[in-house]
Every structure is written in structure tokens, then in C-alpha cells.
């Protein structure tokens, strides 16, 4: 779901709002009688307005998308309601019982994406990428080489060097910050930084200096703000108000290219004589993608297409797993006996040992732990949008084939009808004889963090390995607590990429002695 917000829509309000007022009039009559013709029994939603729709409704709000939808629409509507952002029609579904009937009963109709936006067209070079694909040749080829090539189980293992040595910089990084500051340390920085420092050395099969790292990083950062919803996604009629940023998005799209080519420039020479450079990884993403077969093409992936397969992979695991993490750290300051318990079972586990992913996989109270983080914080509240190949029916409705189909998961793991009180931040509540969830909704949809069906996140046990593991040797080197002394954690959230802390996380560190 594109982070949309009323900020994102404000600065160009009351620009935009008087000629509208003219459009809107001109074109009501048409309208009415083309949406009268089409009879749709669409699920129900606010009233809007002709042309815009809810679209302002939303931007008024003063509120962020999420929690729009959380607190006005879903309590008003119910589990599944429509809403009209412009010309786009959004079904929002946030019952367990209404994502296994569209994702795994009707799981084939429901698994393309929708349309683009223009700006996103330019940046998935015309949906060339996992994520975007249309559901068919395109997307069953790129999928199927990102899991065997990169995610599946005995890749993962060739990878755990780059992991350690991923791991051994975070907590060199911590305790020099922490020695620099008082003591304190901002987590997401931290934890974002080691996960995107694991996949740029998977992707392009070096290690990067930091200098180099700190590049890609901005520039990734960069391409993020670029892709922010504009107005004119949603009403194209308003295009000619934003030649200056269509400008400007090609600008970042040639800068993305002109830092990343040089990486896959240099792996391709490389490749033709892996020896002579020592600092070369065995095998990158980037060997996958040269000489790729996509179905239903005869030409290889370009390079433009390559940046933007890469950047996928590195932007797939970045904030979403750096986000679980600082979720994971406030949890664990604001529940010491969690922290104790979680310490424990590390010492009992390894002993002096550092703790190593293979030991993380048998700790059963931290991989409880794991699942309530991402059950009470799944990174991204909406999965990513979804549309169906052909008209079809959700819950008795209409669901167009233009229609973007939104899943709202914390709708379904904080539903007090399929679990027992969901405010609360409870890991025991999966230990023996508790309650139960399949991650992957194969037996039974209760929570949902990584999507489920066809289109399920492909980095799921590569996600998984990775926030264990930070999480054990985080609280294994460290004793976490609040900053200032005594203080409260504030849990408000905000929406950037992912639904990270309002105010982000800056915790106190104590060496743990040994
Ligand atoms: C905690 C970490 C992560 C979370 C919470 C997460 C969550 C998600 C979600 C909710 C979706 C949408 C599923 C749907 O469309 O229904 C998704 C898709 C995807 N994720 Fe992840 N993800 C994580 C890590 C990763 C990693 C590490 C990678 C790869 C390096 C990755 C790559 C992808 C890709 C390529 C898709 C698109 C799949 C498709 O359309 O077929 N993700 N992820």
C-alpha cells in the first residue's frame, strides 16, 4: 500500500481545490450516469464526492492512512469497505475470514498487482520486478530465481559469513556509539544498517566501504521520497500542476542507475575470473540476473533492468526487518522480565558461547517472542496491493478488475474474536498449550506480517533468521533500558516506508558481564 498520508496531499490543497470545484461540476452528470450504468455491488464506504471521490475526506482526516482506516473506517463499515481515492476504487479487507477467501480460496483471481502510477512504472522499469509483476510469465520467472537463486535454505547457509560478520559490526557500532553518547544508542539506525549491509554484499557480492554503503543508502533513500503518492496518481487529470517533479523523478532515476552500475559493471568482470579479486564473494544475486530466462522473452535482463531487480532485493529486507527490530527493543525495555527471560535462555542455550543462528532456531522463548513482535508489529500494516485477474466476488461483493485490493493486518491480528486480549504484548501466549498461529496461512489465517498465498513474502525465512539473530545478540551483548532513566517507552507510531516508532528509539546500554 503506498504510504499515503494527508501530508503527502496537503501542500498542493488549495492549489488544486478550485479548479477541481470547476471539473467536478462539469463532469457530475457524466459521471452519475456512467456509474449507474455499471450497477457494481461494490462492499460499503463513505459517500464521496464526484471525481475526487474520499480523496479529501482522507487528506482532512489529518490523520495517516493506517490509522484512517483503523479508527473511522473499519469501526463505521466493517471488514471489507470501499473507498474511492480519485479515479482509483480501493477494497480494504481486515478480517482472517476475508483474506483466505480472496488470498488462498480465490488465491489465483486475486494475485496480480494493480496499475501503476507513473512514477512507479519508471522505477520497476514497466513492473520488472517481483513485486510489481502481473501475476504470469514475467513475475513466475523473476520469482522463481530470487527464491532458488537466493532465498531458499542451502543458499541461506552460504550466506551465514556475511551474517556474522554482519553481526560483529553491529555490536562493535553499538558499544562505540554507546561509549560516545552517554551510553545510548538509536536502534533503528543501527539495525537498519547491519540488515542492508547483509543484502548490498548479497547482492553484489562484495563488501562495500562505508563510504560506499552510506551512498547507496541515500540514494535508496532518495528514490523512496520519490515514490510517495502524489495527487496526480490519483486524479491524472491534475498531471500538467506536476511537470516539476516528473522532472525530478527522472533525475533520481538516472542518479539510481549511474551508483549502481558501476557495482554491476565490476561483478560482471569479475565473474570472468573470480580469483583475482579476494575481497569477491563466491555468488551474488547479480550472477542470477545476467543471463536470467524470462518467459515468453528472448533477451536477457538490461542493466536498468538489473538496477531495479537489485535495488527490490535490497529495499525488500531493509526497513522492514530494521523496523522489527527497534519494535523488538521497546517491547524488550518496556518488559524487563521479558528481556530476563530472553537472556536466560541465551545463557542456557550457549553458555559464554556467542550466540549463532543455528542456536537462535532452538530457542523456543525467543522465537515466541519473534512471533508476538510480529504479530502486535507487523512492519507494514497494509500488504502490498493486490488486484484480481478477472472480475470476481469477495463476501458476496464486486471486485473489479481496476479495483486495488488492500489487506489491512493488524484488522486481523489484534481481532479480539481470534485471539485472547490482542493489546496485549504477551510472547507466552504461544508457548505450550496457548494459542496457535501459521505464519503462512496455510493452516488457517490468524496473523499475516509476510502476506500469505501466492505472493507471500519470498524473503520470509531469510527475514526470520535475521530478526532472531539481531535480537539474540543484541540482548545477549547488552542490557537494554529506557532513556531517559526511568522513563516510559512511547509507542506511538508513524508511517515512513514501514510503521516505525513516532519517535525513534534512542535506548540505554549496559555491557553485560560475563
Ligand atoms: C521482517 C521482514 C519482512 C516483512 C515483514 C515483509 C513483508 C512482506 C509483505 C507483507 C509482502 C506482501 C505480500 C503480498 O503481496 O501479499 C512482501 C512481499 C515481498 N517481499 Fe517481503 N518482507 C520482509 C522481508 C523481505 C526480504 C528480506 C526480502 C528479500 C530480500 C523481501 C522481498 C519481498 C518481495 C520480492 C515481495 C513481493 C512478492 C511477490 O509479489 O511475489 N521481503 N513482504
New binding site residues.
Given amino acids: 500500500m503506498d504510504s499515503l498520508t494527508s501530508s503527502s496531499l496537503s501542500p498542493y490543497y488549495h492549489l488544486i481545490f478550485t479548479a477541481l470545484a470547476f471539473v467536478a461540476s462539469g463532469l457530475v452528470f457524466l459521471l452519475t450516469r456512467k456509474s449507474k450504468a455499471k450497477k457494481l455491488n461494490l462492499p460499503p464506504g463513505p459517500p464521496g464526492w464526484p471525481v475526487v471521490g474520499n480523496l479529501f475526506q482522507v487528506a482532512r482526516s489529518g490523520k495517516p492512512f493506517f490509522e484512517y482506516v483503523r479508527d473511522i473506517l473499519l469501526p463505521k463499515y466493517g471488514p471489507i469497505v470501499t473507498l474511492r481515492m480519485g479515479t482509483r476504487t480501493m477494497i480494504i479487507i481486515s478480517s482472517a475470514e476475508l483474506a483466505h477467501e480472496a488470498?488462498i480460496e480465490k488465491g489465483q483471481v486475486f494475485a496480480t498487482r494493480p496499475r501503476e502510477n507513473p512514477t512507479r512504472i519508471i522505477f520497476s522499469c514497466n513492473k520488472f520486478t517481483?513485486?510489481a509483476a502481473l501475476y504470469g510469465p514475467v513475475?513466475r520467472s523473476l520469482?522463481r530465481n530470487?527464491v532458488q537463486g537466493m532465498?531458499s535454505s542451502a543458499r541461506l547457509k552460504q550466506f551465514g559469513t556475511v551474517r556474522n560478520v554482519a553481526m560483529d559490526r553491529l555490536i562493535a557500532r553499538i558499544k562505540s556509539e554507546a561509549d560516545a553518547n552517554n551510553g545510548t544508542v538509536y536502534v533503528l539506525r543501527n539495525a537498519r544498517f547491519a540488515v542492508f549491509c547483509i543484502?548490498l554484499t548479497m547482492c553484489f557480492g562484495v563488501e562495500l566501504d562505508e563510504e560506499m554503503i552510506e551512498k547507496v543508502d541515500q540514494m535508496m533513500k532518495v528514490v523512496l521520497l520519490v515514490l510517495d503518492p502524489r495527487l496526480d496518481d490519483y486524479l491524472p487529470l491534475l498531471s500538467p500542476f506536476f511537470s516539476k517533479q516528473r522532472k525530478r523523478v527522472k533525475i533520481v532515476r538516472n542518479e539510481q542507475i549511474q551508483t549502481l552500475v558501476p557495482l554491476i559493471e565490476k561483478r560482471r568482470s569479475v565473474l570472468k575470473n573470480l580469483e583475482s579479486d579476494p575481497d569477491a564473494m563466491p555468488f551474488s544475486y547479480l550472477d542470477t540476473l545476467f543471463d536470467l530466462n524470462i518467459e515468453g522473452r528472448k533477451s536477457t535482463p538490461t542493466n536498468a533492468e538489473i538496477v531495479t531487480l537489485c535495488s527490490?532485493?535490497i529495499n525488500?529486507?531493509t526497513d522492514?526487518?530494521g523496523t522489527?527490530i527497534e519494535w523488538a527493543i521497546a517491547r524488550v525495555i518496556q518488559n524487563p522480565q521479558i528481556q530476563t527471560k530472553l537472556y536466560e535462555e541465551i545463557r542456557s542455550t550457549v553458555g559464554d558461547k556467542k550466540v549463532e543462528e543455528k542456536d537462535a532456531e532452538r530457542m523456543v522463548y525467543l522465537n515466541a517472542f519473534v512471533k508476538e513482535l510480529?504479530r502486535k508489529h507487523?512492519?507494514?500494516y497494509f500488504?502490498?496491493t493486490?488486484a484480481v485477474t478477472e472480475p470476481t466476488k469477495l463476501a458476496g461483493y464486486d471486485v473489479p478488475t481496476d479495483a486495488n485490493v488492500e489487506?489491512f493486518l493488524p484488522g486481523i491480528s489484534e481481532d479480539p474474536k481470534i485471539w485472547k486480549d490482542p493489546a496485549r504484548f504477551d510472547p507466552d501466549r504461544f508457548l505450550t498449550g496457548g494459542e496457535e498461529a501459521d505464519i503462512t496461512g496455510t493452516n488457517g489465517v490468524k496473523m499475516m506480517?509476510?502476506?500469505?498465498?501466492r505472493?507471500?513474502?519470498?524473503?520470509l525465512s531469510?527475514?526470520t533468521v535475521h530478526?532472531n539473530l539481531m535480537i539474540a545478540r543484541m540482548v545477549q551483548e547488552f542490557e537494554w533500558s529506557a532513556y531517559p532513566e526511568g522513563s516510559k517507552v512511547d509507542m506511538g507510531e508513524k508511517l515512513e516506508f514501514t510503521v516505525v516508532m513516532k519517535n525513534a528509539l534512542r535506548a540505554k546500554v549496559k555491557p553485560r558481564v560475563v
Wanted: charged share 10%.
Fill in positions: 488470498l517481483v513485486n513475475w520469482r530470487m532465498l543484502l527490490e532485493f525488500g529486507g522492514t526487518t522489527a510480529l507487523p512492519p507494514t500488504s502490498l493486490h489487506i506480517p509476510f502476506g500469505i498465498g505472493r507471500i513474502c519470498p524473503g531469510m527475514a530478526v
